[in-house]
């Protein structure tokens, strides 16, 4: 397909999932306030169990359109394959450097079917989604405001989640912000404010900070089963011509098909192994970003080292993968030693490579097998059956008049209303 080609499907991809998701607004709205009066009189778990599933078909939608229709690769590591196996509650965190992190979340919880169970710690100006800034905090999603944290309000939204019978995926950004090269100061400024501390700058992730991850581990302790460490590394963040970071792909990049493949690095931490007072935490959580930090550096400088070894515990793991069959035997062209000051040359021969040097042109098919990576598809069963449900609820609505009144009703009287609510309850 000729370049222009790719480009007007990547347009008419983005084009129309950008419809469809935000028009079957109103009736995922609908089907909501169906089941909370059905449930109004059970118990919360009763109707958490129907509102995950209700979520779960919304997610595997948004997979439909950014995994499914892109067709990018997934490609895993570390304990992925026996955490994708376990039905746990967990506290999920991860580097920020995309919107498109969330749809991160998605391709793991999906894969290990706990889509459904993900709530979100969130930045406080998502609520000005229409309808879906409202509902993200009923499923149980957690508003936090940048430079004005509210512990109170937290450990309100906290204490949902330690119901026995409500599973969920906390998810947090420590980071609190996207790492953009775009804009060095903040990174400057995070750089500094580890210096400040005595803490190891940071080279390729933001300085974490602690406190609403502490504040869920302490109070979710007895609740959780064990922390996931997420490290994720968008191809498309590096312009590999000249080995300088850009920007991470972000939603309307992956939707035009710009992002080819994730990888995605998880390490499953048993919660007995975690600090119990805050000042260990808060060490401990530094030092984890570290170790992301050099687990990410290969992908970041195309330069495979010590660190690589994010390979999953078991290196078996490469042999039930064909994915990287092609790139079984590469010739020396395609193995690049690094300049002195650890740039990369895109035209060295053969004859500038040293034996034993690891280093190459950033190529990734290589790394990711060096690194113990294992290319995981998703079933077509997975977001096929939400993509005809929610297609069909959108036919229906716009069947006749009446009910595309009903579509302008829910939609409008539903925003103001749900404003309203949000503003009233205060939740952050």
Same mark, same amino acid.
Not at 224 to 229: G, K, T
Not at 236 to 249: K, L, Y
Not at 371 to 377: A, L, Q, Y
């Given at each position: 397909m000729s370049d222009q080609g790719v480009k007007f499907k990547g347009l008419c991809r983005y084009g129309f999932g950008c419809a469809m998701l935000l028009g079957i607004t109103p009736q995922y709205l609908g089907a909501w306030l169906v089941w909370r009066g059905i449930t109004l009189p059970l118990p919360a778990w009763v109707y958490q169990w129907g509102d995950d599933h209700l979520y779960s078909m919304y997610q595997r939608l948004v997979l439909f359109f950014f995994e499914t229709c892109t067709g990018v690769e997934v490609v895993m590591y570390g304990d992925s394959e026996d955490l994708l196996t376990k039905k746990e509650t967990v506290l999920y965190f991860a580097n920020h450097q995309s919107t498109v992190d969330w749809v991160v979340a998605d391709m793991v919880?999906?894969?290990?079917?706990?889509?459904?169970?993900?709530?979100?710690?969130?930045?406080?100006?998502?609520?000005?989604?229409?309808?879906?800034?409202?509902?993200?905090?009923?499923?149980?999603?957690?508003?936090?405001?940048? =430079?004005?944290?509210?512990?109170?309000?937290?450990?309100?939204?906290?204490?949902?989640?330690?119901?026995?019978?409500?599973?969920?995926?906390?998810?947090?950004?420590?980071?609190?912000?996207?790492?953009?090269?775009?804009?060095?100061? #903040?990174?400057?400024?995070?750089?500094?404010?580890?210096?400040?501390?005595?803490?190891?700058?940071?080279?390729?992730?933001?300085?974490?900070?602690?406190?609403?991850?502490?504040?869920?581990?302490?109070?979710?302790?007895?609740?959780?089963?064990?922390?996931?460490?997420?490290?994720?590394?968008?191809?498309?963040?590096?312009?590999?011509?000249? =080995?300088?970071?850009?920007? #991470? !792909?972000?939603?309307?990049?992956?939707?035009?098909?710009?992002?080819?493949?994730?990888?995605?690095?998880?390490?499953?931490?048993?919660?007995?192994?975690?600090?119990?007072?805050?000042?260990?935490?808060?060490?401990?959580?530094?030092?984890?970003?570290?170790?992301?930090?050099?687990?990410?550096? !290969?992908?970041?400088? =195309?330069?495979?080292?010590?660190?690589c070894e994010l390979a999953s515990r078991n290196e078996s793991q490469v042999d039930r993968t064909n994915s990287f069959s092609s790139t079984q035997e590469l010739d020396a062209q395609n193995v690049l030693r690094t300049s002195k000051s650890g740039s990369l040359y895109p035209d060295l021969d053969s004859d500038n490579v040293v034996n034993g040097d690891v280093s190459f042109k950033y190529n990734y098919n290589r790394l990711s097998r060096q690194c113990g990576g294992v290319t995981s598809p998703l079933s077509l069963w997975a977001t096929v059956p939400s993509f005809l449900v929610f297609g069909a609820s959108c036919v229906v609505m716009a069947w006749s008049p009446w009910t595309r009144r009903l579509f302008w009703s829910l939609l409008g009287y539903g925003t103001l209303g749900t404003y309203a609510w949000l503003a009233v309850r205060n939740v952050c």
């Amino acid at each position: 397909m000729s370049d222009q080609g790719v480009k007007f499907k990547g347009l008419c991809r983005y084009g129309f999932g950008c419809a469809m998701l935000l028009g079957i607004t109103p009736q995922y709205l609908g089907a909501w306030l169906v089941w909370r009066g059905i449930t109004l009189p059970l118990p919360a778990w009763v109707y958490q169990w129907g509102d995950d599933h209700l979520y779960s078909m919304y997610q595997r939608l948004v997979l439909f359109f950014f995994e499914t229709c892109t067709g990018v690769e997934v490609v895993m590591y570390g304990d992925s394959e026996d955490l994708l196996t376990k039905k746990e509650t967990v506290l999920y965190f991860a580097n920020h450097q995309s919107t498109v992190d969330w749809v991160v979340a998605d391709m793991v919880s999906v894969r290990a079917n706990s889509i459904g169970h993900l709530r979100y710690v969130m930045k406080n100006t998502l609520q000005l989604l229409p309808l879906y800034g409202w509902y993200f905090y009923t499923h149980g999603c957690i508003y936090v405001k940048r =430079g004005c944290f509210n512990q109170g309000k937290m450990m309100q939204a906290l204490d949902y989640l330690k119901h026995p019978k409500i599973p969920s995926w906390l998810i947090i950004f420590p980071e609190g912000t996207r790492f953009h090269p775009s804009t060095p100061s #903040a990174i400057e400024k995070s750089k500094e404010f580890a210096c400040k501390n005595n803490l190891t700058p940071l080279q390729h992730l933001l300085t974490p900070k602690h406190k609403g991850m502490w504040l869920a581990v302490e109070h979710l302790h007895s609740k959780l089963d064990a922390l996931y460490d997420v490290s994720v590394f968008y191809e498309g963040s590096v312009d590999t011509r000249t =080995g300088e970071r850009r920007d #991470a !792909p972000q939603l309307v990049d992956f939707l035009l098909g710009r992002c080819s493949r994730v990888h995605i690095k998880v390490r499953r931490i048993p919660i007995s192994q975690v600090p119990k007072t805050e000042e260990k935490f808060k060490t401990w959580l530094h030092e984890t970003f570290v170790e992301k930090d050099a687990l990410l550096r !290969p992908f970041f400088t =195309g330069v495979i080292d010590s660190s690589c070894e994010l390979a999953s515990r078991n290196e078996s793991q490469v042999d039930r993968t064909n994915s990287f069959s092609s790139t079984q035997e590469l010739d020396a062209q395609n193995v690049l030693r690094t300049s002195k000051s650890g740039s990369l040359y895109p035209d060295l021969d053969s004859d500038n490579v040293v034996n034993g040097d690891v280093s190459f042109k950033y190529n990734y098919n290589r790394l990711s097998r060096q690194c113990g990576g294992v290319t995981s598809p998703l079933s077509l069963w997975a977001t096929v059956p939400s993509f005809l449900v929610f297609g069909a609820s959108c036919v229906v609505m716009a069947w006749s008049p009446w009910t595309r009144r009903l579509f302008w009703s829910l939609l409008g009287y539903g925003t103001l209303g749900t404003y309203a609510w949000l503003a009233v309850r205060n939740v952050c």
